[in-house]
C-alpha cells in the first residue's frame, strides 16, 4: 500500500479483555515496528521485526503483550488482559531493509486503544 | 541504554521568527538523525535526517548535527502559526547490532501570530 495501514484506528475495551492490533507496513519494507506513545509521553519501544530474523521483544513491557508477523508483511499486537494502564496509541512504522542505519522509518496513524 | 534528551517546553516564538530545537544523545556509535513533527493526535511525520556533521537545509528546515558533541539540532526560520507542533528527534545506530530508532520525548512549539 501507499503508506503504514493501521486496524483498528479507535478500540475501547474492558480492563481483563484480549485485544488484538493490527499493523500492514508499506509494501516492500521488511522492518516494522511497534512503538506506544501515552498521553503527553514520548515514543516508547515495543518490537522489532526485520525479515525472518528473530524479533527483538526487548520493548514489551509485561508478557501479557506479543507480537507475530506473518510471512513477513502483516503483524498483530495482541495485548491479553488489559489494564487501565494499557491506555495509549500504539504506534506502527515499517522500513526498507537492515543493513543501512539511514532508512527511514515511516508511522502508520496509530490504533487509539482505550481501557475502561 | 541509549538516550536522547530534548526539553520538553514548549518553546514560544513569534510568527516570522526562528525556532531552534536542540537534541542530545548518549550512544557516540549513532549514525543517523531524524526530525519528525507530531500535530496533537496525530501520527509522526518525517521531516528531515541528517547523517553527517554540519548542516542540511530544505525549504525553511535546516537540521545541523556536531557527532563530536553528540547534539542535532533544527532551526525552522520564518516560523508558521501551521508549525506549532511536537517536534521529535529521533537517533539510530549500530549500537548492539540493532538499527531501532530511539525517540526523545519531543519539543513543544507554539509560534503565536
Known amino acids: 500500500g501507499a503508506g503504514v495501514s493501521q486496524s483498528p484506528s479507535n478500540k475501547v475495551t474492558e480492563k481483563g479483555k484480549d485485544v488484538e492490533l493490527r499493523c500492514d507496513p508499506i509494501?516492500?519494507?521488511?522492518?516494522l515496528y511497534w512503538y506506544r506513545q501515552s498521553l503527553g509521553q514520548g515514543l516508547e519501544f515495543l518490537i522489532y521485526?526485520?525479515?525472518?530474523?528473530?524479533?527483538?521483544k526487548s520493548g514489551l513491557p509485561s508478557d501479557r503483550f506479543s507480537a507475530e508477523r506473518t510471512g513477513g508483511s502483516v503483524s498483530t499486537l495482541t495485548i491479553q488482559r488489559t489494564q487501565q494502564e494499557d491506555s495509549a496509541v500504539y504506534l506502527c512504522?515499517?522500513?526498507?531493509?537492515?543493513?543501512?542505519?539511514?532508512?527511514?522509518?515511516?508511522f502508520g496513524e496509530g490504533s487509539w486503544l482505550t481501557v475502561v | 541504554q541509549k538516550e536522547v534528551e530534548q526539553n520538553s517546553g514548549p518553546l514560544s516564538v513569534p510568527e516570522g521568527a526562528i525556532a531552534s530545537l536542540n537534541c542530545t544523545y548518549s550512544?557516540?556509535?549513532?549514525?543517523?538523525f531524524f526530525w519528525y513533527r507530531q500535530y496533537s493526535g496525530k501520527s509522526p511525520e518525517l521531516i528531515m535526517s541528517?547523517?553527517?556533521?554540519g548542516d542540511k537545509e530544505d525549504g525553511r528546515f535546516t537540521a545541523q548535527l556536531n557527532k563530536a558533541s553528540q547534539y542535532v539540532s533544527l532551526l525552522i526560520r520564518d516560523s508558521q502559526p501551521s508549525d506549532s507542533a511536537t517536534y521529535l528527534c529521533?537517533?539510530?545506530?549500530?549500537?548492539?547490532?540493532?538499527?531501532?530508532?530511539?525517540f526523545g520525548r519531543g519539543t513543544s512549539l507554539i509560534v503565536h501570530p
Open positions: 512504522a515499517s522500513s526498507l531493509a537492515q543493513g543501512s542505519s539511514g532508512n527511514t522509518i515511516y
Open positions: 509494501s516492500g519494507h521488511t522492518a
Open positions: 521485526f526485520q525479515g525472518n530474523s528473530a524479533p527483538d
Open positions: 550512544d557516540r556509535g549513532s549514525q543517523s
Open positions: 541528517i547523517y553527517s556533521n
Open positions: 529521533a537517533v539510530r545506530g549500530r549500537s548492539g547490532g540493532s538499527y531501532i530508532p530511539t
